[in-house]
């Protein structure tokens, strides 16, 4: 039991650590009212461990804050994350077309309302509710499940086979 939850810990810390290389490496298109976050391609691993979601939800805490994001957008959008995990999680034993769902629509849900008030962005919510989530089907939904299908076949080795079962 404690090696499995060293492993998972350890999962939680590299995919952290993976989520806010990514975001400070593609900073310039990570944000705004019409981003692509890459990093949010990692939100198809709770399929694979249960150990993404915290990893996750600190990356995304963590990068948004080393971004100069306002308190506002660190924390609502980490809660963005969060669900979209969770979700991911919930429905791992779905196709990864049907996984990938939950980030997008919470992204494409919060982040509109979180530019709005927190940034003053004047543009119309259903119009960034649109912009997020293309960029959210491109990161989430194409990169997603491009990482989905090149981890598939090594998931034994990566991921302990029962977390990905289970």
């Known amino acids: 039991m404690k090696n499995r939850q060293l492993k998972l810990t350890a999962q939680a810390a590299m995919i952290a650590a993976v989520y806010v290389a990514l975001t400070y490496v593609f900073a310039p298109i990570s944000f705004g009212e019409i981003q692509v976050r890459i990093a949010e391609a990692l ?30 957008d660190i924390i609502m ?23 990938v769902l939950p980030p997008i629509i919470a992204n494409m849900v919060i982040v509109p309302f979180v530019l709005r008030y927190a940034y003053e962005v004047q543009l119309p919510i259903p119009f960034m509710m649109l912009t997020v989530g293309i960029g959210e089907v491109l990161s989430c939904g194409v990169l997603g499940i491009m990482l989905y299908y090149a981890l598939y076949r090594h998931r034994a080795q990566i991921f302990r086979e029962e977390d990905s079962l289970s």
Do not use: D, E
């Open 77 to 99: 959008g980490s809660i963005a994350t969060l669900l979209g995990a969770l979700g991911t999680r919930m429905l791992r034993k779905q196709s990864p077309f049907i996984a």
């Open 43 to 72: 939100t198809i691993l709770p399929v694979f461990t249960p150990a993404a979601i915290p990893g996750l939800f600190i990356g995304c805490l963590i990068g948004n804050a080393i971004s100069g994001a306002v308190v506002p």
